[in-house]
């Protein structure tokens, strides 16, 4: 990680010290903000140290930007580039060791090095004003290392004091509150008084009168506004293990914030902690009944949180090793790598490579940007047993980020965000899948199960935002997922005279926020069927062959030596074994980290022919199924196809295999019961089918027919009925005719029709 720091100070004259020993109490005036009650040996200590630490900054004063403290009241220190300072070193010996095992005194030296930095800094610059309002100036200190998973926090954690670098994301976030850390207390007897710490928060009296002649029996009273009274401000965050297996709990662990680390993460957020871990009884000022049970919380001392929108990279949080490097490098070698790729997600599954293809082009994503969104949601809709909840766990194994959710037990809240109240009757955000998936991919298992919870999703699919008014709580948090999900239709088995929205139940606003949807039908095929026969039994047993389907038993379209995506695909002979979801995973986050492409001129060419092609094949009447949205989708699954490949540059080939794609996924949406293209249904295959705009004509007229007490109608109202269904005015007669030799509208002669359905 790189942190850069600017200072306002750059034509001050920083001071040295002439030596150690001319160092008086004076330049230690805030030393009473940091420790209390020090002894003699102590003393030493923290001059020494502190000392030591003034003199690195004043070595590398650029990087400690001084404009910052005074305003902000923290510095941050880069952990790693203090500890490769030799000089330092040479005058704090201990210094590992002191952090590691002691850390809340060497964050107290650190701070109280740079307050009286500061201090002679202003006083030098004649700023006597500031110098005396100088408060407490904490020290962040970041990049340690190593980055340990939650998993591994144990109860001997506790009392151990170390300092440790956690990283999770963010679950939970309670609101600001303000807690007493220092608190003057007045002896009722006596009237003296004396000042107590406040441990974590909670109200603790002092045991006896600091006066040896008093006889008080513990009678205090609290001056909460004494000078002497010291308040911060406080809040509390759940994080939750970031990378945890599918079939576990992921572990949680409460963190504590304070002073400026307030209000720096929300839910949703991927951080990283460094903290001490302490314990909390769970029963501390809660009646008699005490046991023996606590809880394990950190005591943050510093955060990096990449979802800041001033990271100068959103996929920074990704880190790798040498031997990543050395894994990318070697599946970057391999041959007709997009294919290899394909055919490594959810090897099991056979038969459906371009909807795989889809799915990895959607977990590779486009190029980012400030302007359009890079995510491309997939829908995979189609007959049970066909493998789509299989590919949505394979696509969340090698997600960098994924998480995985069934339709059928998932509740609004549990998609976005909900409130929590808390014990004290104040209420907390706490993140939902949406938010917990933040830069990576969602996978929502049985999206047809889930018809309430559809209007939730909107917002985050095209807006990256999810907006929340709860509670008198008003706000909307950024997310940025990709969202992948698998239905099933109505009744079983998908319905091919009727569109995506019926089969599905699904409005129109939803189903235009997926860049792809895929239909997926069983449907007997014998060629087909014995190349599954075969894959399904060598998997068995425990055979790496796969069996490659011979094209030329499919028609005259594949006799052509592979000159489509498709043929590729389903000619791709892998006879090694596939890629893991660990390597998998490390390759998909270096292409999301470092990969940036941009389309060539020729795939921008391609992409507008096609493009307007698509347009003109799938124009009906006053409109058409394919609008800018669709380019935006093109584009975005243009440079993920480069991205797959880690090319700067997206090709024309790259364009063509994207066409391909989409015009395969627009073709299975508008394939009617008959085999042909039906391009009069809507935009995405949504609204009504003809049957029912049928029906809905019949009922129109019959409704008609009960009001005015009539059965025969002339063909002028039947055309108003029609037009109030939504049937074409180019198909109307053919439909009329229909209805006709069917029995239901009647021909009477002179353009008039009866109604069969009405009894009056």
Same mark, same amino acid.
């Given at each position: ?67 910052? $403290? ?161 308040? $911060? ?210 996978? $929502? ?71 792809? $949807? ?243």
């Amino acid at each position: 990680m790189v942190f850069r720091f600017w200072c306002w100070y750059g034509s001050i004259q920083h001071c040295e010290m002439d030596s150690l020993g001319k160092q008086t109490d004076e330049a230690f005036s805030g030393l009473d903000l940091y420790f209390l009650k020090i002894g003699e040996d102590h003393m030493e200590k923290i001059r020494k140290y502190a000392l030591a630490f003034r003199s690195h900054i004043n070595r590398y004063a650029g990087n400690y930007a001084l404009a910052q $403290i005074e305003t902000k009241r923290y510095a941050i220190i880069d952990y790693k580039f203090l500890v490769n300072d030799n000089e330092f070193i040479k005058q704090w010996t201990t210094f590992t060791e002191d952090f590691t095992n002691d850390t809340d005194f060497t964050v107290k030296c650190l701070g109280l090095a740079i307050h009286v930095y500061i201090r002679e800094v202003l006083k030098q610059s004649k700023c006597e004003e500031i110098e005396k309002k100088l408060p407490l100036v904490r020290a962040r200190v970041i990049n340690l290392e190593p980055i340990i998973q939650l998993s591994e926090i144990k109860a001997s954690s506790y009392g151990m004091c170390k300092c440790l670098s956690l990283r999770g994301t963010v679950r939970k976030a309670s609101g600001i509150k303000i807690i007493c850390s220092l608190l003057e207390f007045r002896c009722a007897v006596c009237q003296s008084t004396q000042i107590w710490k406040q441990n974590n928060g909670v109200y603790t009296p002092p045991d006896k009168c600091k006066n040896q002649g008093c006889r008080s029996a513990g009678n205090f009273e609290a001056l909460y506004k004494s000078k002497h009274t010291k308040t $911060i401000d406080w809040q509390s965050i759940v994080i939750q293990q970031t990378e945890c297996e599918m079939a576990r709990i992921p572990p949680t662990l409460e963190c504590e914030l304070s002073e400026d680390l307030v209000r720096s993460c929300a839910p949703g957020d991927d951080i990283i902690v460094s903290g001490v871990i302490k314990a909390r009884h769970i029963n501390d000022n809660k009646g008699k009944n005490k046991n023996s049970e606590f809880d394990l919380y950190l005591d943050v001392i510093s955060i990096y949180n990449h979802n800041e929108k001033n990271s100068s990279d959103p996929y920074d949080r990704i880190t790798f090793t040498p031997e990543d490097y050395f894994s990318v490098k070697q599946i970057h070698a391999q041959q007709n790598l997009f294919c290899y790729l394909v055919h490594s997600l959810c090897p099991n599954i056979y038969g459906h490579e371009i909807v795989k293809a889809g799915l990895l082009l959607a977990l590779f994503r486009g190029s980012k940007t400030n302007t359009f969104r890079s995510e491309s949601h997939v829908l995979l809709i189609g007959d049970p047993g066909l493998g789509k909840s299989q590919m949505l766990k394979e696509c969340v194994q090698v997600s960098p980020t994924g998480v995985y959710v069934c339709g059928n037990a998932s509740t609004t809240s549990g998609l976005t965000v909900t409130m929590v109240r808390e014990s004290g009757g104040d209420y907390s955000l706490e993140a939902g899948v949406l938010m917990l998936a933040d830069q990576g991919c969602c996978c $929502i298992d049985e999206f047809d199960k889930m018809q309430s919870q559809h209007a939730c999703l909107l917002e985050a699919m095209e807006q990256q935002s999810i907006s929340i008014a709860k509670a008198g709580v008003v706000c909307s948090l950024p997310t940025l997922p990709t969202i992948l999900a698998a239905a099933n239709p109505a009744g079983g088995h998908y319905d091919k005279s009727k569109t995506i929205s019926e089969n599905l139940k699904i409005g129109s606003p939803m189903l235009s926020r997926f860049d792809l $949807i895929f239909i997926l039908l069983d449907q007997p095929d014998q060629y087909l069927d014995k190349y599954i026969i075969k894959h399904i039994l060598s998997a068995h047993s425990n055979e790496n062959k796969k069996h490659t389907l011979q094209l030329e038993n499919f028609g005259e379209s594949f006799n052509q030596k592979f000159n489509s995506l498709r043929e590729r695909l389903k000619n791709h002979n892998d006879t090694k074994n596939y890629l893991s979801s660990t390597a998998f995973r490390k390759y998909i986050a270096y292409a999301q980290k470092y990969v940036n492409p941009k389309l060539s001129e020729d795939a921008k060419r391609v992409l507008k022919k096609s493009y307007v092609s698509l347009r003109q094949e799938f124009a009906s009447g006053n409109c058409t199924s394919v609008t800018a949205r669709q380019l935006h989708s093109l584009i975005r699954l243009t440079q993920a196809r480069a991205k797959v490949e880690l090319r700067e540059e997206a090709s024309e080939e790259d364009a063509k295999d994207v066409i391909e794609i989409m015009r395969y996924s627009l073709t299975a949406v508008f394939t009617n019961e008959s085999g042909a293209l039906d391009t009069t249904r809507s935009q995405l295959g949504t609204g009504m089918s003809h049957k029912n705009k049928v029906i809905k004509l019949l009922n129109v007229l019959q409704k008609k027919s009960e009001v005015e007490s009539k059965s025969i109608f002339t063909l002028t109202e039947i055309r108003e009925a029609g037009d109030a269904a939504g049937i074409p005015k180019e198909k109307f007669s053919n439909m009329l005719e229909t209805l006709n030799i069917q029995g239901f509208l009647l021909n009477k002669g002179g353009n008039k029709y009866q109604l069969n359905s009405a009894y009056l």
